[in-house]
């Protein structure tokens, strides 16, 4: 299987994600797939459902909507509002959420508010440092979504996001890089991708940064067997 890293730039995720779903349906599933996006909180959500999974398989539970709000949540009056505010609504939510699915791992956005034994709010972290330090780091400040503590080796499942991170490439610009050790680029990347531009978003909105560009590192990136699914999908 192929190891030399190979990079897919695009303005958008989706044109992003529609690149690297044809470079593995014809080229195979390989390792070291880099997504570059130049401006991914311009990207128009609803655009897509054009190319969500569950228009070739409608059994899947999880829209490509529903992917995204595990990292994420769509837009509300909360994320205008106080930080605070915006924290103790969701908190509750995604708790109740887990709750009904107790032998489940959990969510991304969970993990960001309320991580490892501590129960540490890792975006409060970072806010608090762009929003009060004096100084300008450039790139001070990364979000741990697994740990040794909290959870072990394993073949298959997630959480497969290992970590992010935010990278201040100008004064006021604010961008992203994240890394997948496995990524389904038929269920879950396009998703992934979503919910990682509305946390972009959010951190820029509260922090008076500009946004910049979302870079991902998919370690492993496959189509989980489904080639044919989705070159239907693709319309290839």
């Known amino acids: 299987m192929n190891t030399e890293p190979h990079i897919i ?3 958008g995720y989706i044109g992003a994600w529609l690149n690297a779903a044809k470079l593995l349906v014809n ?3 390989r390792f070291n797939l880099t997504i570059h996006v130049n401006d991914p909180t311009r990207t128009d959500e609803r655009a897509a459902d054009a190319f969500c999974h569950r228009r070739v398989s409608p059994a899947i539970h999880q829209s490509v909507y529903d992917v995204a709000n595990t990292i994420f949540p769509a837009h509300s009056k909360f994320h205008e509002g ?3 505010d915006f924290f103790h609504h ?4 995604y708790l109740r959420g887990q709750r009904r699915h107790p032998t489940a791992w959990g969510t991304y956005f969970l993990r ?3 991580f490892g034994g501590a129960k540490e709010n890792q975006l409060r972290k970072i806010l608090n440092g762009l929003t009060t330090w004096k100084s300008r780091p450039r790139a001070a400040f990364v979000m741990h979504l697994s740990s040794a503590e909290t959870d072990s080796p394993r073949s298959l499942g997630a ?3 290992q970590y992010a991170q935010f990278i201040r490439n100008e004064d006021n610009v604010l961008s992203m890089s994240a890394v ?3 990524h389904d680029y038929f269920q879950k990347a396009l998703g992934n991708f979503m919910g990682l531009s509305r946390l972009l978003k959010f951190v820029c909105v ?3 940064m500009t946004p910049g560009t979302l870079t991902c590192l998919s370690t492993y990136a496959s189509l989980q067997g489904q080639q044919s699914k989705t070159r239907k999908l693709l319309g290839i």
Do not use: A, F, Q
């Open 112 to 114: 960001l508010i309320r």
């Open 180 to 182: 997948y050790r496995s």
């Open 206 to 208: 509260h922090s008076g």
């Open 159 to 161: 959480p497969c996001w």
């Open 82 to 84: 106080t930080v605070d």
């Open 27 to 29: 080229e195979g599933d």
């Open 90 to 93: 969701y908190e509750k939510i």
């Open 9 to 11: 730039k695009s303005d």
